[in-house]
């Protein structure tokens, strides 16, 4: 995931889940975080209720497209430029002025007793965890 | 350059984009057409500053040119 201050709101951060190609906008880091998980499994509800696999395509479910190309070198720039820090420091962002930061999630789906159509893997997403 | 989520909403609305309140209850409203869903975040009200790289994306999603989209907000 890439989090980046927004150029054009300095006091928001946006967020581009790459592998998944969905987005969210946050007032932190930790909030944006917390929004683009919350996009993903908006967008993996809606896929999953029309019975789709949002993990098709290699995680573009139907419709997505992929996330740009220099969207992924920027990645691959902070990856392997930047400074590795720890998940207490990540929350501490903000309070050091950084403007960019790449960080991993794991999002979990879990089959509900009604599930609908779409039986391969999941109905929901019940747990995502930066 | 940025714009209001109001206003991102009043011109999704025509191109056709049906915008409706995510039903979990987060700050998310789901903008949807064709079956496909763009969440965009409310987390301040209608009155949310959105960025103009989420408006774009927004617009690349839907297949929507985003200067047309931009004389909309």
């Known amino acids: 995931m890439l989090l980046e ?26 909030h ?4 683009v998980l919350d996009a993903i499994r908006i967008v993996f ?8 696999d949002p993990l098709a395509r290699n995680g573009l479910g139907p419709w997505r497209k992929p996330a ?13 430029g930047g400074k590795l820090g ?18 991993q999630i794991e999002v979990r789906l879990a ?7 779409f039986k391969r893997a999941a109905a929901a997403v019940v747990h995502a965890a930066a | 350059m940025p714009a209001r989520f109001r ?16 039903r979990a209850g987060s700050s998310h409203f789901n903008f949807t057409r064709d079956g496909r869903t763009f969440p965009i975040s409310a987390h301040h009200g209608e009155k949310t500053e959105i960025n103009d790289k989420y408006i774009r994306l927004l617009c690349d999603a839907f297949g929507i040119d985003p200067t047309e989209f931009r004389k909309l907000l």
């Open chain 2, 7 to 22: 206003d991102i909403k009043r011109a999704a609305k025509k191109f056709g984009i049906v915008v409706t309140p995510d």
């Open chain 1, 32 to 35: 944006a975080i917390e929004m």
């Open chain 1, 45 to 52: 509800e809606n896929e999953i209720g029309q019975g789709h």
């Open chain 1, 86 to 103: 720890t998940r207490a420091e990540l929350a501490r962002v903000d309070e050091r002025g950084l403007d960019a930061v790449a960080t």
């Open chain 1, 68 to 80: 740009k190309k220099a969207e992924w070198e920027r990645l691959e720039r902070l990856i392997l």
């Open chain 1, 5 to 30: 201050r927004c150029e054009d709101l300095p006091d928001q951060w946006f967020a581009q889940c790459l592998a998944f190609n969905v987005v969210s906008q946050g007032d932190s880091v930790a």
């Open chain 1, 111 to 117: 089959t509900r007793a009604r599930a609908p159509k």
